[in-house]
C-alpha cells in the first residue's frame, strides 16, 4: 500500500487537462500587453480563459481579475475596497470579518489597523463555527456609516463549516455595505455563483482545484470602489498591475471549469469518503472530538472534503510526525500556519480550550482521494495516538 495523501486543502494535484493546457502554452511565446502577433495570441488566450472562469463561476468577464493566488486577491480586496471605501467617504473606516477567518484576510485587516487607521471588529462564530449574524446585525445598525466592507469566507479551511454567506449579503446591503468573501475552499466542492450570491468580491485560487500554483482572480464587481494595491503597467482594469501568466492563466481556467463541471459526482464521492473518515476515526481512536459542523445532522454546513478533529492529551504536531512516518500526510490545520506552535486561532472562536486545541488535526480529501487512503490512516491512527499522547506527558512531567 502506498502512502496517503490527506492535505488537499493544502494544494492538491493538477488535473490532466489542466497539465496539458499549461504544457501546451508555457511553448509559446508572447505577452499579453504586446501589440504584435504573438502578443496577441497570447491576449486572446487572456480573454477566452476570462470568458471561462466567469461563466463557470457566475459572473461577467469584466468582473474577473486575475492575480497569483489567494492571498494577493485577499490583500487586493480588503485594502482595495478600503481605501476605495473611504477615498468616498473618509468616515468609513470599520472593517467588520468573522473571527474564523485565513490570515490572508485576518492579516492585511490588521495591517490596515495598524497603517491606515481602519477600526477591525471580529465577528464570533458559534461551537460549530457558524457566522453569528446577530452580531454582524448589531455591527452594521450601530455603525452602518462608518463601516468600510465586510469579509466572511464562503466555507472555513480548518474545520469546513459552510457559512451564510447569502444571509450576510442581505443584512450589508441593507446599509449599502459591500461583502467580500474568501471562497479559495468552496469552489469546486460546493455550488459558487457570484451574481447569485449577491457578493460584491469573492477570492478564488488555482491549487485548491486541480490548477496550477501561483494563479487565481478576485471576481469585483465594475461598480465597486477598488484601489490598486500593485501599480505599473496598468492590466487587469488598472488594479492590477503585471505581466500576465498566460500558461498559469489558461490551465486556471481549464481546472475551474472542469471542478465546477464535475462538482456534483465529485462532491458525493469526497462526502462518502469524508463520512467513512469519521466513523472510523471514531472507532480506532474513541477520545477524537469531531470540530466543526456534523455531516450527519447537517451535511449542507460541512464541506464534503473536510474532517478535522481534536485528539485529547496529544500535540498536533507529534500526531502530524507520527503520522508522516507512517505513510499518511495529513495537517494540523492551515498550511499558511504550519510549524507555528500556537493552537489554530479557528478553533479558539469556536470556543475550544487551549490544551484541547493544540491537539488538531485535519484530513482532507480530493479528487484523487480512494478508500486505500482512509484505510491507511486508519491502520495508522491507533498506535499515533497512543503514542504522541505518551509524548505529551512526558512533555507536562505527568509520566
Known sequence: MTGAYLDHAA???MSPAALAAFVAEAQRPGNASSLHAAGRAAR???EESREQVAAALGARPSEVIFTSGGTESDNLALKGIFWGRRAQDTRRTRVLVSAVEHHAVLDPAFWLAGHAGAEITLLPVDADGVLDLDALRAELT???DEIALVSVMWANNEVGTVQPVRDVV?????????VHTDAVQAVGQIDVDFAASGVDALTVTGHKL???LGVGALLARRELPLEAVLHGGGQERGVRS?????????????AVTEAVAHRAERAAHLAALRDSLIEGVHAVAPGAVL?????AVAPEQRLPGNAHFTFPGAEGDSLLYLLDSAGVEASTGSACQAGVPQPSHVLLALGVPEGEARGALRFTLGVTSTPDDVDRLLAALPAVVTRAQ?????SRGIA
Not at 470540530?291 to 455531516?295: I, K, L, V
Open 11 to 13: 494544494t492538491t494535484p
Open 44 to 46: 486572446r488566450v487572456v
Open 142 to 144: 450601530a455603525h452602518a
Open 170 to 178: 442581505r443584512l450589508a446591503h441593507q446599509h449599502g455595505v459591500p
Open 210 to 212: 486541480g490548477g496550477p
Open 242 to 254: 503585471g505581466t500576465l501568466d498566460v500558461p498559469a492563466i489558461r490551465a486556471f481556467a481549464v
Open 291 to 295: 470540530r466543526g459542523p456534523d455531516p
Open 390 to 394: 505518551a509524548a505529551g506527558l512526558v
